[in-house]
Structure formats: C-alpha cells, structure tokens
C-alpha cells in the first residue's frame, strides 16, 4: 500500500441519457437519470482507495447540502477527506450527456475552487502525487513536491513549465496535430527537466507513452461501451498504481488501459471497486505482482 495524494475536483454528477446523438442546432430527445459522484479528483481517488492505497483527497465543496453527501459517500469510499476544503460557494456539478453509444459529453455548469493554492500540499505526506486540475498556481508547489516525490499530472493546461512532474498524462483528444505527432517535446516543455515519460491515451486505440529512449504501446480491450465518463479518470488510477509498484512503464501502461477500459462498462462516474479488485486479482493471476516503491523513473 502507497500513500497517494490526488488534486482535481468533486463533482455532483446530473445524468441525461441521449435518444439519439448530438447534433449542433437540433431538437434532441433524453431522459434525466439522477445524480452520482463525479469529478476528476474523486473518481481517481475511489479507484487508487480500491486498490488499497491510502488516498487523500485535496480538493474543494461547497457548504451545501450537495458537498456534504458528496464527502460521505467519498469517505464510504475508503478516501480520506480531511483535506478536502469547505468554501462558501456551490458544489461544482456538471451535467454528462450520453449518446446511444455511451459516448459522453460533460458540461460545467458551476465549478468550487479554493482562492487560494492548496498550500497543505507541502506538508502532507505521500509516495505519490496525481494531479487532475488546470489551475497554474500549482507550479510552485508541484515543483518543491516533484523533487522528493513521484509526481503524475494530467494536461492540459500546456504552458511552459506549469506542470513539473515526471510523468504527464493527456488525451489525444485535448491536443493539436502538432502536439501529438511530437508528444515528448509537449511534455519537456510543459513539465520540464525532470520529466520522465509522456503518456497519451487516445479512446478505443489505447495508450502510448514515449521517453527519452522507448516509446511503448498498450492496447484497449473492444467492449460494447455504456458510459464512458471517468475512463480517462480511470485510466490514470490504473497507471499510477502501477508506478507506485514494482511494474515497468510497459505494464504500468497495460494496467491503466484496463482500468480504463472497464470504466466504461459501467453506469458511473468512477470505477466501481468491485471492477477494480477483479483486475487485480486477475492480473495476480498472470504471475504479476505488486509491492510499494518511491519513484516512477
């Protein structure tokens, strides 16, 4: 078991089930299916919880109704919330449009954020730092943590030297041509010397992460989808447990395709922990293992 920080957002989920996809200027048909746990921060955090790590949630909700349920069900979860900050603002919600064929669209419809970075950062313990957030500000802090600590960042955002990390993550989807046909030189400048894979995932084709030397592939499962929402979420857990053990970048890359791919079997938002321990155990199984480490380099 590691101790892993994760930075990124809690989300009440408002579900909108598509009758037929999206098209720009139409007249569409859905049905509104409730509310889940959702956010970037909480769904990665759930599933790093479920794979036994100790997982700390730093992160922002409102001191409303919708923050604290939110927080219960996260702590039910096994997440610990301490440091999940209470602000005089409403509960970041986000509305998830669902095509027929499980393909979603999220939009923001109110975002909590702290004033302020999360300084605590500095002080709180951890073998690990996953970061889900477009907030600059976090440079500095990520910087002074990045020195002793394994750091894994998703981009956006792509200003030079916003993110220092070792290990960038982004979907191909949130990059330019550009971007993703030289994927390393978007990663040194966004993080950095002190980076140390790039990782790009891209849907249905799977992953690709490239250093300095190697540039590995890992393949996506074909599944009939339901939801993809939070498979991007999920894909992060997966890898960072794998870089917080004593597996090469080759299946750390796997795992993270796996988890992925089982996130979107799933009406959720985060990977259930059922799902989780079930790779798990099947990859035990195969003759891999997993056992604690410090760094992912």
Known sequence: MAGIIVI??????????????LRTGS?????????????????TAIAL???GHRVTLVAAVGQDAAGEALLAELVAAGVETEHVARVPRPTTRSLILVDP????TVVNVA??????????????????????????????????????????????????????????????????PAQAADPLGLGNEVAGQGLCWMVVTDGAAGARAVS??????????????????????????????????HLPMSDALALGARFGTEATLWRTSALPAEAVRRILSQWEESGRSCAPRRNGC
Do not use: K
């Open 8 to 21: 990124g957002s809690v989300a009440r989920d408002e579900i909108l089930r598509m009758a037929e996809p």
């Open 27 to 43: 007249h569409l048909n859905g049905t509104l299916c409730g509310y889940r746990l959702g956010g970037g921060g909480a769904n």
């Open 49 to 51: 919880a479920a794979a």
């Open 101 to 104: 064929t499980g393909e979603r």
């Open 111 to 176: 975002r909590c954020e702290e004033e302020e970075p999360p300084r605590r950062l500095l002080d709180l313990p951890a073998d690990a730092i996953y970061v889900r957030s477009r907030r600059r500000e976090l440079a500095p802090l990520l910087a002074a943590r990045a020195a002793t600590t394994l750091v894994v960042a998703h981009v956006p955002p792509v200003e030079p030297r916003c993110r220092p990390a070792q290990v960038l993550v982004a979907s191909r989807s949130d990059l330019t």
């Open 212 to 245: 300095a030397t190697q540039s590995l592939t890992a393949a996506a499962q074909l599944v009939q989808t339901v939801d993809t929402t939070g498979a991007g979420d999920a894909f992060a857990a997966g890898l960072v447990h794998g870089l917080v053990s």
